[in-house]
């Protein structure tokens, strides 16, 4: 509150008196302090819970792109040794699935250059590429496989990552539908 005070003969004088502006401050410090604390608790937090490969966004679009391939492999044993110059590898899957359509594709993923992904889609000769760029330097130690979870089972794949310490990051088998 503003107050006028009247002395002897001096004009008057306007101003905030010295208990208002120590609770403005002691607010204003308050609010500081709360804060200062809620950014060291988050500091803390992100020490405590490092992102790893499942949270980066790249990872989860390539793995799910990924999965959804591998779920809609066409017939019995979807995977192919090579097609178009590629052949397979622990870092190439070759993969034949269903699109969208009801129609047959051949999609090949290509794992070797390092943070980068390409996904080549081949529909009646025609070729679409999907590539994602930026992925963790890690992420290109990654190995695709053809396993078979027992023996009368069909094909499924396994994808296996590992962080920058050489620990187990990704291990997933993907198993595709049945189809027959």
Do not use: C
């Not at 306007?14 to 607010?27: D, H, I, N, P, Q």
């Amino acid at each position: 509150m503003v107050t006028t005070r009247r002395t002897g003969f001096s004009p008057s004088m306007r101003g905030y008196t010295l208990l208002e502006v120590v609770v403005a401050m002691a607010v204003f410090g308050i609010f500081l302090m709360i804060l200062a604390q809620l950014t060291s608790e988050m500091r803390d937090q992100e020490k405590r819970l490092p992102v790893n490969m499942h949270k980066h966004p790249l990872v989860i679009s390539v793995l799910a792109r990924l999965r959804r391939d591998v779920l809609d492999g066409h017939g019995r044993f979807p995977y192919k040794n090579e097609h178009d110059g590629y052949v397979a590898s622990p870092k190439v899957l070759i993969i034949e699935t269903v699109n969208a359509s009801g129609g047959v594709e051949t999609v090949v993923w290509d794992f070797r250059t390092p943070r980068e992904v390409r996904r080549r889609a081949y529909n009646v000769g025609n070729a679409t590429e999907w590539v994602a760029r930026g992925l963790p330097l890690d992420f290109s130690k990654l190995e695709i496989d053809a396993v078979r979870t027992h023996e009368n089972a069909a094909w499924a794949t396994r994808i296996v990552a590992k962080d920058e310490k050489g620990q187990l990051a990704i291990d997933t088998i993907l198993q595709p539908r049945a189809t027959e």
